[in-house]
């Protein structure tokens, strides 16, 4: 029998749930983010803990997917086509975007959208494989050291978003998204017709900012669904695991440009 996604027990007002059939598997809530909401200062639940502890072992093992691609990249071991990464991360993202379906005859709803964000997670970093070739091949440090500072981003706005005295982060999603979306109307101009230097340097370093701010964001959006009752440990880790894996990669490619920026200004020195 599958394990309830749902339980309103955890939340003092009760949970307010979405249209298709009431509480229970299978429904998402609805939020109406109140003053009292965005003010909460309660130190975390054990049910928070227990949750959040579930949300990021699955964020890991996300992580160490996403490693396992680029590794098969890497070494040759398995290339995807274009076409298949984009069909199953498509379908994985699709599929954990919405509520869980019902229990398959071989699995659970929560072991499908555990294989879904594993599979997603792989695909995505076999898709960055040839970035990651072209990084260790300039400076083998450029990965780690985007590795390095993703985990700080991270752990820092992790926390900034757990132990703050209020949740005014669930403000920050209408703003961070309307962000997104000039970012990638600026990329679609830029690739299409400018080709400028300097709106791709905004695309990159906008792009960090707005995913460094989606991770307080979707830390305290995951504490407010607790309270509501919403337990769904694969697909709220993969919202924190798209955060991480946009800000590494936006990281590895500001270090890698710094470093060929550097190698070039050497190479001149060199000639005159």
């Not at 590795?147 to 703003?175: D, K």
């Amino acid at each position: 029998m599958a394990t309830p996604y749902y339980t309103s027990s955890s939340s003092t007002a009760g949970p307010s749930w979405s249209a298709g059939g009431g509480s229970g598997e299978g429904a998402r809530p609805t939020y109406s983010y109140s003053f009292e909401t965005l003010t909460k200062t309660n130190p975390l639940s054990p049910l928070a803990q227990r949750h959040l502890t579930r949300v990021y072992t699955w964020l890991a093992l996300a992580s160490g997917s996403a490693a396992l691609g680029s590794y098969a990249f890497i070494t040759g071991y398995l290339q995807l086509p274009v076409w298949a990464t984009l069909l199953l991360s498509l379908a994985s993202v699709f599929y954990l975007s919405g509520p869980p379906a019902p229990s398959a005859l071989w699995a659970s709803p929560a072991q499908i959208r555990q294989t879904a964000l594993l599979t997603v997670a792989f695909t995505q970093g076999n898709a960055i494989g040839s970035l990651l070739n072209v990084a260790l091949y300039v400076d083998p440090r450029i990965v780690t050291t985007a590795l390095a500072g993703t985990l700080a981003v991270f752990t820092c706005f992790t926390a900034s978003a757990i132990f703050s005295r209020s949740r005014v982060g669930l403000y920050f999603g209408g703003l961070l998204g309307s962000a997104l979306s000039v970012l990638a109307l600026l990329s679609w101009v830029n690739g299409l017709f400018l080709r400028s230097e300097a709106l791709f340097a905004l695309q990159l370093y906008g792009g960090l900012a707005i995913f460094s701010f989606y991770i307080i964001y979707d830390t305290q959006k995951i504490l407010h669904q607790i309270d509501m009752g919403y337990l769904d440990a694969a697909g709220q880790a993969f919202e924190l695991y798209t955060d991480a894996f946009a800000v590494f990669v936006r990281l590895l490619i500001i270090l890698l440009r710094k470093e060929e920026n550097r190698e070039r200004r050497r190479d001149n020195r060199k000639r005159s």
